[in-house]
């Protein structure tokens, strides 16, 4: 499985920017789909995760602001992400779990990040 990850850029304080993250891949089973970040001198952070049943889980600094959603026929995860804060400033990478049919054991797929800088 390869994700690839779009929508990252520049915005002011308050503003808004929608990433999303494709999934390709034949013959596999996509679990949670999460969306991490990576800030300057700090370590990787779960921001939000969607399971395949629609389920979600959020950070709690993004709780209110950021809103993840999902596309299981197109294999996709969307995160939009809304009041951005300087804070928020990081790359974003997204990650899938995944397995195939009928094998046993599941996979870790990571996105190449995407850059988002929140200007104050």
């Known amino acids: 499985v390869q994700l690839q990850a779009s929508g990252g850029g520049l915005v002011q304080a308050g503003g808004s920017l929608r990433l999303s993250c494709a999934a390709s891949?034949?013959?596999?089973?996509?679990?949670?789909m999460s969306w991490y970040r990576q800030a300057p001198g700090k370590q990787r952070e779960l921001v939000a995760a969607?399971?395949?049943?629609?389920?979600?889980n959020y950070a709690d600094s993004v709780k209110g602001r950021f809103t993840i959603s999902r596309d299981n026929a197109e294999k996709m995860v969307y995160p939009q992400m809304n009041s951005l804060e300087p804070e928020d400033t990081a790359v974003y990478y997204c990650?899938?779990?995944?397995?195939?049919?009928?094998?046993?054991?599941?996979?870790?797929?990571w996105g190449q990040g995407t850059q988002v800088t929140v200007s104050s």
């Open positions: 990650n899938a779990e995944w397995k195939r049919p009928y094998v046993r054991g599941a996979f870790d797929a």
């Open positions: 891949g034949s013959f596999v089973i996509i679990g949670t």
């Open positions: 969607i399971a395949s049943g629609g389920n979600t």
